[in-house]
């Protein structure tokens, strides 16, 4: 293990990492000592760590992969008429970044790498080119799939099983040298935009080792998050998470505030520092620099669209860039509920009163609501379903987006990062996102609670099947299920589960809160802690009468272990939880006038909410955790105001504004690979997945005198003036008639339903 105050040093003295000083330069404890040998233990026994035969043939792989692009580019050099001395000194290199550069990667991960060539060789003549046709002609390469068009331009396969992901990066030197540093800034002198992007990974990358203070720290607490958000369903950038750079930047910075603490003390200050900031304050771990080349950096005060960034972590390297433009405030909401969660579960371990296991408990998603949208796609080869399925899967997010805007946010998105395969049917996948109703918005009696969401799907689906590259057989289709109906597919081992008489993390919480008396228990409510005194009989009344209206229609015994849950009643009861504790008779609460309360702040946390201005709303996240209950009252005070004043950054002023931008563009991936609306196109159909669901879901649709915000359609014709008129009404195209929908999701019908 590495000695727990080593830092990156210079001359012998300790070198301040960061934009502030540290928050804390304690070291570990012997119970930290003993609590991190557990966590390494777990992530060996989880199966994290590749073998040393593994490891071997990685770097066999890549040793080859350089010699091939050595020998590519002398190629080129001798086809363009270069002579035998300039094609003998002609080189190129490749560079690894990501996970696998920072040590982070596990048994079978992706190895990203850059190959830098010199400025003869092209990228779409060269590299798209002759090299695609080297490697298509090698046995040892399989499965290759090149992404010209990508934002950043990139070269899937396999070799020897090991996947790759080959980026091409042409700088305006005539020769490469084998010692190339490519963390100088004039290395992106006379670069095009993807030579940036492309070499931004590895800079990154390489940025972000010299700036923690101890690397093998850093590593298995990066582990550590990587695998929680796994399990916890929060890993992956393209769905509107977070992905393997965001989860390193932001460890990095919990190193750097605490730079004498072991990965157990790390991974605890993670949950509480991020419970406590105050999105969209940015996460950064070196201030940013104008640099010499004039290319652009995130800067709220000059950019527009940078100011309504959710949740911006801004990479450390020139030119700095927020690396989590794709959070969304669905997916906000759902990771803040998370880290809320784990900093829980952290106190109840330096309690003795939880343990890893609890920490990395899966999400149960297909437990969580009770209404989904499935999305099916299939093609008629697996090279044809892998291309449709990377376009499809970029495409979810405009989905997530777009519900949420026509619904003015009242509907919430839950999208599920990962697709599930249905055996029995060749060349398919499916794609889940649970939805429900946002907590505490009141039912409308105009429209009796209905979402009427058919338009936006047709909508996405038009989007979805002006793929350039779409080929026969490349089918999306999109069906509203309930939980009962769920494919038993994407369950493991193809068996519905029946309920789980495992205790979990809620169950042991829930079994907590009975035991604490009527006087001591918390109510969770919408993200918010609320504690109900001994004199609250009246509060408590209304929730007893809650619970009784929720029995008429189903046992409590029946509810998921789930934070996010939806409740079609007309009166929606609310059990949200920070932390997803599963709900009893005295521990639900659904009263407004709750919601509205202040709780005093030194003893409760306060968590996200919505703020809705002119129709759009808006994440305005002021969090404030609870600090462990093993520090000290004045150093839990302590810690709180140094994390308030790091957060009192230079872009604080620009953060409030009325309205939110206009999210729904392309994905950056896939941009430039939508045909015009003139273009080839599908038509596909939005039908029920299950017969016996068509009369709860099949409703009318609002009605022209219908003025709920609830109602975005009025006789099945999209309300174009309260859209944003370019994204969202150019698949009616003039004189083309409004598809015809067969589904609609309503949430009051549902009430006599029962799971």
């Known amino acids: 293990m590495a000695s727990p105050g080593l830092s990156n040093s210079n001359n012998g003295q300790q070198q301040r990492l960061g934009i502030t000083e540290p928050i804390s330069l304690s070291g570990p404890t012997e119970y930290d000592v003993i609590k991190t040998r557990e966590l390494e233990k777990y992530l060996q026994d989880a199966g994290l760590y590749e073998n040393q035969q593994e490891a071997a043939i990685r770097e066999e792989v890549l040793g080859k992969l350089d010699q091939i692009v050595k020998i590519w580019v002398k190629t080129i050099s001798r086809a363009k008429g270069q002579n035998d001395q300039l094609v003998q000194e002609a080189n190129a290199k490749i560079f690894t970044f990501g996970s696998y550069r920072l040590g982070v990667h596990g048994p079978g991960a992706d190895i990203d790498t850059l190959c830098v060539g010199p400025r003869q060789a092209c990228r779409d003549e060269d590299f798209f080119g002759e090299l695609h046709k080297m490697l298509s002609e090698m046995p040892e390469v399989t499965e290759l799939h090149p992404v010209p068009d990508a934002r950043v331009p990139v070269m899937r396969f396999k070799f020897n099983g090991v996947s790759i992901d080959l980026l091409y990066a042409k700088l305006s030197l005539w020769v490469i040298p084998e010692d190339l540093d490519i963390s100088q800034e004039s290395i992106l002198q006379n670069t095009d935009e993807q030579t940036v992007r492309s070499l931004n990974g590895c800079r990154v990358t390489d940025q972000v080792l010299r700036l923690v203070p101890n690397i093998q720290n850093f590593r298995t607490t990066l582990r550590c998050m990587k695998f929680w958000a796994k399990r916890r369903g ?76 959710l949740m911006p972590i801004i990479t450390p390297s020139y030119p700095c860039m927020n690396s989590s ?303 462990t209950a093993i520090d000290t009252p004045s150093s839990k005070e302590v810690e709180k105001l140094t994390v308030e004043k790091i957060m009192c950054g230079p872009h604080d002023e620009h953060q409030d504004f009325s309205e939110a931008p206009d999210e729904l563009e392309d994905n950056l991936e896939y941009r430039n690979q939508v045909q015009d609306f003139g273009g080839n196109m599908k038509n596909s159909n939005l039908d029920s997945s299950n017969s016996d669901t068509t009369v709860a879901s099949e409703l009318i649709i609002p009605n022209k005198e219908t003025t709920s915000p609830t109602c975005l359609y009025s006789n099945g014709v999209l309300e174009s003036e309260e859209l944003e008129p370019v994204e969202l009404t150019a698949p009616l195209l003039s004189g083309t008639p409004a598809p015809k929908p067969r589904i609609r999701l309503n949430f009051t019908s549902l009430r006599k339903a029962t799971d």
Request: proline fraction near 6%.
């Open 234 to 309: 929060v890993y992956s950038n393209v769905t509107g998470f977070l992905g393997g750079i965001n989860w390193a930047l932001l460890v990095a910075r919990i190193c750097q505030l605490f730079p004498n603490a072991l990965p157990n003390m790390l991974v605890s200050k993670f949950f509480r520092v991020y419970t406590q900031w105050r999105w969209p304050n940015p996460v950064m771990l070196c201030a940013i620099e104008e640099g010499s080349l004039g290319l652009q950096v995130w800067d709220p005060r000059r950019y527009p669209k940078d100011r309504f960034h």
């Open 325 to 627: 433009y794709n959070v969304s405030s669905s997916t906000m909401r759902i990771m803040m509920e998370e880290f809320q969660r784990g900093n829980e579960i952290c106190e109840a371990m330096e309690a003795n009163k939880a343990d890893w296991d609890i920490l990395f408990e899966s999400y149960p998603f297909f437990e969580a609501y009770k209404n989904y949208l499935q999305i099916d796609i299939s093609a008629e080869n697996a090279d044809d379903l892998r291309k449709w399925r990377g376009w499809v899967e970029s495409r979810l997010r405009q989905l997530t987006l777009k519900i949420e805007k026509h619904t003015y946010g009242m509907l919430q998105c839950h999208p599920h990062p990962g697709d599930f395969s249905d055996k029995s049917r060749p060349f398919h996948c499916s794609y889940f996102m649970g939805l429900q109703r946002k907590q505490g918005v009141p039912v409308s009696v105009s429209d009796g609670g209905q979402f009427d969401i058919r338009l936006t799907v047709e909508e996405f689906k038009h989007s979805v099947n002006m793929y350039t590259l779409w080929k026969p057989g490349m089918d999306i289709h999109v069906s509203h299920v309930k939980r009962r109906n769920i494919p038993t597919f994407v369950f493991p081992g193809g068996v519905r589960p029946c309920c789980s008489s495992n205790v979990t993390w809620d169950s042991k919480r829930s079994s907590e809160l009975r035991a604490s008396g009527p006087g001591q228990a918390e109510k969770f409510q919408e993200g918010k802690v609320v504690v109900l005194g001994t004199n609250d009989d009246r509060k408590r009344k209304q929730a007893e009468d809650s619970v009784d209206s929720l029995r008429k229609s189903k046992s409590l015994a029946s509810l998921p272990p789930s934070s996010r849950k939806v409740h079609e009643d007309g009166n929606p009861i609310i059990i949200a939880s920070c932390c997803s504790v599963k709900r009893n008779d005295s521990e639900i609460n659904s009263t407004s006038e709750q919601q509205s309360e202040k709780p005093d702040m030194k003893s409760l946390g306060e968590c996200p909410e919505d703020r809705e201005t002119n129709g759009s709303v808006r994440s305005n996240f002021q969090v404030n955790a609870t600090l």
